[in-house]
């Protein structure tokens, strides 16, 4: 271990690194300015068990039927030796691919480590060549993220035509009349394009993988499913980005506290014993750049919203940018109500002044005004 | 966002209480609009699981689908919510108006956010292609749903419609919170600032309000954890009585799962009225009629067109029918801004903050000026304005004053002294048609008066080609549209 | 390459262009980079199928774009009858009515005779002619929403679309997702959706660009057009920007001229702060380094003229991305600097047009956040490619750290092709190249 290495461990603490997957490591581009969760993230800390034990659970939960609804509409594609995908792909792709092959590269035994799957994946893909097409379901792929490899493990299959990988990403949300939820769209096409990223690490030719993925979603109100290429060209650059910054973690160690842990002291039964307040202050060591969007998207976000209060960017990036980067709300009013602005904010000091003039010239016995 | 919101926004936060934003209320609202609260089952387009509707804040009538990925439930869900909503509208058309003349009133429907608007979108879509005989026929009534609710949905994207309203949307649009846009969706949140329970602050209520247990999500998602800790119990006693054939089982079960879904109904119920009663309280926009008389129409219309026989709204628009209403959107957008700052001077504070328009006092006025240097003398008053509010305008610019949106205001000259502007402006139009001005048509020296360079002008709608005259760019002509079988028989599971 | 070599290739790309729309069924589209030709192409393609019998309506976007274009044809082709379609308030400027050649009418009967007829799209789509036209020729064809080429499209049977790929996109006030996906998307623009339909239509580029100086053409081909490409028909020697006057010692004003002087670019660099977007500080520069520039007595040498000719008020563009930020540059130019004549506007309203130097106050600058609208690549494209010989970029310090905490979360709809290039990526290109050129505000 290096000793990048031997910080990160310290950070985690006694806990299992986290394996990264195709959902977390497309979360890296959601807020990359922030320090914290780059850290845990390189870390591999559980993010989710931390803001419990500090007080702050995640708002996240799944509901059990949206779990089996999105299991049940995979199992009816890929039945059958995949038939129903095959149909649609020999539609999609406009190719004749009557004789695919569908191999399952799943786990062969209980204790196959990701690691040999990984191998055996590498060679069963690139032995493929002489197939017209071949399908492959489960292939173990892995991603180096800050310094390790992440294992995923995709319930997605690998379709190989002419040469040519495509990945086929599988998901239960609808598609209405062509149209789906943008935000669904974007979260698959992000991972499609994790697994396409990492498809070409282990065939080490770009060219051999498509960047455009196959998404198969059930169509309109039904359960038959519909085909859609998908082009995670914009994608890849962003992940090939986020990847790199994570790689370059030890600029942002270097700014914590050599003793810094994030550790939860567990008993033998797993149970933390850390005092959370204790554990709270060592998170607080290390900076968040929360932002609204942020209840989308990180575990912690309950955390840092709190610790965030009283900034002007716990409102919202527009109100921080129309306030002209004044970080504090209570400074934006006492600007307002006139009090002299340092130097480098008499421009918005004097905007301040004169919107709140306006607001009390129309406004004038407000409920609670400007004190 | 604009300077000004977010200024409210942070006095929102500093004071702990919601900040008002706006002087009127710039929706219309009815006298009794219907409210609809959809509930969904998760991971599905759009699977109704319950629905909690009526005009009557005392008298909430709620639906139930007691086995959510059942096809003939789910059309017994559409039919039970059309008998209520057809009733609904029905009570707005029993006089025919003239022809030339709209209903005098149009049914209003509530939905607590954007997500309401999706499901009505939704569930419009998958029931109005049914059709009424044949291999799946549902009841007459299920295709009707349909092409309204489609109709409804399709309003909202007209931005001065008020015909189908997230209470969300209205309420932010209205008031300022101290918590983000994001947090304004949640609609228990947002009246915690808007108007906490006694006692609690605006931001303590906002945090209660997050907490699912008691406050439910408004729909139409519904809280995971409900669903995994009390839902599919419910449903699993329904399909073990079921199963085993037990009546009295099933109906107990039923009843069960009805009362754990009305727990997640019937705080959003009570949300919305208390919203309808504070956007009640708001005077309403003078221009607010005039949209509703728009949406009137539109109403009237669709009545119409149904009693023709419409057939159902097409799955996407052509290329001439989406060309066609982005012109009358763009229109509309273009005029909602004008009339929202004309009615209200909180919304043109904005305007006067960037420059755009100044209120100030008249200083000086010549009303009997005549422009003699053509062949003709022309009425031309001048009035000088003074102002502290700074002034974008140069010389040339044309400025109409909300008070005499007729006239026009030309502007010839700019003067700056002392932290007041005064602007020196030439008036034509709206005095009359003498050479002396009508009475009041000229502002008077004292008058306090606001110009902008914001105008409704009228503008020639555009002519589109007719839909067979599509030309070879947009795919030349389509073929006519006919409802297709596979549309009456698609699955809905 | 030469400048021989740059004609040459220029002339063959429009020849094929020719030969295409000689055996088009439909039409051809032309991409035209920044300063390609692309009005050169419009008058000859006009004046050949003229001359081949053939009447052509010429559709353009604006005004001042179609006078442009009438006055090139008229000067050009003296032979030529040309009409000039104009709406009820239009009267010819000075430089169309000077032509004996053109007439000016506000409806089609009043124009029979003309070969060549000029209007803009808006005032095409009022003639209630169908079908009267064998071809068109519209230009500016990547800024015409499809919604309006739907209008005039039956005016014709074939047309050639010329436009420039890299700028802004059509925009509209509403906003809604209901079209998006569809082929013929009312808000995409024309070319996308006649593309749609068409996909036999051939596509050429015009491979050289004659406005962008050897400094500029190379990046901003890489940044923009990263999949054609183009380069600059004039080298290195061929063009130069020098100054009557020197500098006052080390002024950091001076600096930032000389500096753009010797190599095409100069950023002048504003220490690090967030900021109201009319950042004041940052306004000001922009007005000091325009009226430095012409204070300077700014003078060029190019292919143009064997003589230096001097840079006029006229010839200097301050670009903003946004109307108030451009107000208040022109506000600071008067007060201050008591020049009103240079050219200060937003990305938008400088597309198509061309200037010897050109400041740009970067869409970035003083931001804490980026929102789509900042990062557009159409919207620094245009700013970055309106200069013959120079760009100065004024920017607080910090921009590179703000691209790179920039969320990358956009969402993405089915059937809507990706555009690019992408924004952030074309922000950080731009942001390096200029970066070398770096000069600290004194």
């Known amino acids: 271990m290096n000793l990048t290495e031997t910080r990160l461990a310290r950070l985690r603490g006694r806990a299992m690194p986290r394996n990264h997957d195709a959902r977390t490591i497309s979360a890296l581009a959601a807020n990359p300015g922030c320090a914290r969760r780059a850290l845990m993230d390189a870390a591999g800390a559980d993010k989710q068990k931390l803001a419990a034990h500090a007080g702050y659970p995640a708002p996240f939960g799944q509901s059990q039927f949206a779990i089996g609804r999105g299991n049940a509409f995979e199992t009816q594609v890929k039945a059958n030796g995949a038939a129903q995908l095959l149909t649609l792909l020999r539609g999609h792709l406009g190719l004749d691919i009557a004789e695919a092959h569908y191999t399952d590269l799943g786990a062969v035994g209980s204790n196959e480590s990701s690691e040999l799957r990984h191998i055996r994946t590498r060679q069963r893909l690139t032995a493929a060549d002489g197939h017209a097409g071949t399908m492959f379901d489960h292939p173990m792929l892995r991603l180096r993220v800050g310094g390790r490899y992440a294992y995923l493990e995709p319930d997605l299959i690998a379709c190989k035509l002419h040469g040519k990988f495509y990945v086929v990403e599988i998901k239960s949300f609808a598609v209405i009349d062509g149209q789906a939820d943008p935000a669904k769209v974007a979260a698959a096409a992000i991972q499609s394009a994790v697994y396409v990223l990492a498809l070409r690490d282990l065939l080490g030719d770009d060219e051999k993988v498509h960047h455009e993925a196959i998404l198969v979603c059930p169509e309109n109100f039904a359960n038959a499913p519909v085909a859609t290429g998908i082009d995670v060209r914009k994608q890849l650059t962003v992940l090939v980005r986020q990847l790199s910054r994570i790689a370059r973690i030890e600029d942002l160690l270097a700014t914590c506290p050599g003793d810094l842990t994030f550790d939860l002291d567990p008993d033998e039964n797993q149970v933390p014993r850390r005092p959370p307040e204790e554990l709270l202050a060592s998170i607080r060591k290390v900076a968040a750049n929360y932002v609204p969007e942020c209840l989308n998207t990180c575990e912690l976000c309950y955390l840092c919203r709190d610790e965030s209060q009283g900034t002007t960017g716990a409102l919202g990036r527009q109100v921080r940018e129309d306030l002209g980067g004044i970080e504090y709300t209570a400074q934006a009013l006492a600007l307002a109500a006139g009090q002299e602005p340092p130097p480098d904010r008499a421009e918005v000091a004097a905007v301040l002044v004169r919107a709140a003039k306006l607001r009390s010239e129309l406004r004038p016995a407000p409920r609670a005004g400007l004190s | ?493 | 390459m030469s400048t021989a070599d740059a004609s040459a290739r220029a002339e063959r790309a429009i020849e094929a262009i020719l030969a295409d729309m000689a055996r088009a069924e439909r039409g051809v589209v032309v991409d035209s980079p920044p300063g390609a030709g692309k009005s050169t192409l419009v008058v000859r393609a006009a004046a050949e199928l003229a001359a081949a019998g053939e009447r052509v309506m010429v559709v353009g976007q604006t005004n001042e774009q179609v006078d442009d274009l009438t006055s090139r044809l008229a000067a050009g082709h003296a032979g030529l009858a040309i009409g000039r379609l104009g709406a009820q308030d239009y009267a010819p400027p000075e430089r169309v009515a000077r032509h004996h050649n053109v007439r000016a009418e506000r409806s089609l009967p009043g124009l029979a005779e003309c070969q060549v007829v000029l209007g803009t799209a808006a005032k095409w789509a009022t003639a209630s002619e169908t079908a009267a036209w064998p071809w068109a020729i519209v230009d500016e064809a990547y800024q015409m929403r499809s919604d309006l080429l739907l209008r005039v499209a039956g005016l014709f049977e074939k047309a050639l679309f010329v436009g420039d790929p890299g700028q802004l996109d059509p925009f509209s006030v509403v906003e809604t997702e209901r079209w998006l996906g569809l082929s013929w998307d009312p808000m995409s623009s024309a070319v996308a959706v006649l593309l749609n339909h068409n996909p036999q239509v051939p596509v050429h580029t015009l491979p050289v660009s004659w406005r962008l100086p050897a400094s500029a053409a190379p990046v901003v081909s890489e940044a923009f057009y990263p999949f054609t490409g183009f380069t600059s028909a004039t080298g290195p020697q061929d063009r130069a920007l020098r100054y009557n006057t020197r500098a006052f010692g080390t002024n950091a004003v001076d600096t930032a001229l000389e500096t753009a002087a010797g190599s095409g670019w100069a950023l002048y660099e504003l220490p690090a702060r967030h900021t109201l977007r009319t950042d004041g500080e940052a306004v000001r520069a922009c007005a000091a380094l325009a009226a430095r520039l012409l204070e300077r007595g700014a003078e060029t040498l190019s292919e143009r003229s064997v003589d230096p000719l001097p840079v006029t008020p006229s010839r200097v563009a301050v670009g903003t991305a946004h109307r108030d930020q451009a107000a208040a540059v022109r506000a600071a130019l008067a007060a201050e600097h008591g020049v009103t004549d240079v050219v200060v506007d937003t990305a938008n309203r400088l597309q198509g047009r061309e200037f010897d130097v050109v400041i740009m106050l970067h869409p970035l600058s003083g931001r804490r956040d980026a929102t789509a609208f900042h990062l557009e690549a159409g919207r620094l494209c245009v700013l970055a490619s309106r200069h013959r010989h120079a760009c100065i970029v004024v920017a607080r310090a910090g921009i590179p750290e703000l691209l790179d905490a920039h969320p990358s979360v956009e969402p993405v709809h089915l059937g809507v092709p990706a555009k690019f290039p992408d924004g952030w990526e074309a922000n950080q290109a731009m942001l390096a190249h200029v970066s070398k050129w770096r000069v600290p505000a004194g």
């Open chain 2, 1 to 493: 966002m604009t300077l000004l919101t977010s200024l409210a926004r942070v006095l929102a936060a500093e004071t702990g209480r919601a900040q008002p934003i706006r002087a009127v209320r710039h929706v219309h609202l009815s006298q009794r609009p219907l409210v609809f609260i959809p509930l969904q089952l998760a991971g599905e387009a759009c699977a109704p699981l319950a629905a909690m509707v009526g005009d009557d804040p005392g008298k909430p009538q709620m639906l139930t689908v007691y086995e959510p990925r059942d096809r003939t439930q789910r059309f017994d869900f559409a039919a039970g919510l059309a008998d209520i909503v057809l009733g609904y509208i029905d009570g707005y058309t029993t006089a025919d108006p003239a022809p030339d003349e709209p209903y005098p009133d149009a049914p209003q429907l509530l939905v607590p956010n954007g997500g309401g608007i999706t499901f009505t979108r939704l569930l419009g879509r998958s029931t109005r292609f049914r059709r009424t005989e044949g291999e799946y026929a549902v009841k007459r009534t299920v295709p009707l749903l349909g092409r309204w609710l489609s109709f409804y949905a399709e309003r909202t994207e007209a931005p001065a419609s008020a015909l189908l309203l997230p209470m969300t949307a209205v309420l932010a649009d209205h008031w300022a919170t101290g918590q983000s846009e994001a947090e304004d969706a949640n609609l228990a949140a947002l009246l915690g600032w808007i108007d906490p329970p006694d006692g609690m602050s605006g931001p303590q209520a906002a945090r209660a309000a997050e907490n699912p247990v008691c406050c439910p999500p408004a729909g139409p998602a519904t809280d995971p954890s409900f669903d995994n800790e009390v839902l599919s119990a419910r449903i699993g006693a329904i399909r073990a009585a079921r199963a085993a054939g037990d009546g009295a089982a099933l109906h107990r079960a039923q009843v069960a799962m009805k009362a754990a879904l009305a727990t997640q109904l019937e705080p959003t119920w009570k949300l919305m009225w208390r919203a309808v009663g504070l956007l009640r309280a708001l005077p309403e926009g003078d221009h607010v009629s005039g949209r509703w008389k728009v949406d009137r129409w539109a109403f009237t219309s669709h009545v119409r067109w149904l009693r023709d026989g419409g057939a159902p709204q097409p799955r996407r628009d052509g290329a001439v029918a989406a060309a066609r209403k982005l012109a009358v959107l763009e229109r509309e957008a273009q005029r909602l801004e004008v009339q929202r700052a004309y009615d209200d001077p909180l919304v043109m504070a904005e305007y006067r903050l960037t420059g755009e328009a100044f209120a100030g006092t008249v200083t000086e006025a010549d009303p009997a000026r005549l422009d003699t240097s053509g062949r003709r003398a022309k009425l031309r008053p001048r009035i000088g304005v003074e102002t502290g509010d700074e002034v974008l305008a140069q010389p040339g610019a044309k400025l109409t004053s909300p008070a005499r949106p007729n006239q026009d205001a030309l502007v010839i000259e700019v003067t700056r002294a002392g932290g007041r502007t005064r602007v020196l402006l030439e008036l034509e139009k709206g005095m009359g048609r003498s050479l002396t001005p009508a009475p009041g048509s000229v502002p008077a020296v004292g008058e306090r008066v606001t110009y902008t360079t914001l105008r409704d002008d009228f503008q020639q709608p555009p002519v589109f080609p007719a839909v067979e005259d599509t030309p070879w760019t947009h795919g030349g002509p389509p073929p006519a549209y006919v409802p297709a079988d596979e549309d009456a028989v698609e699955e809905w599971s």
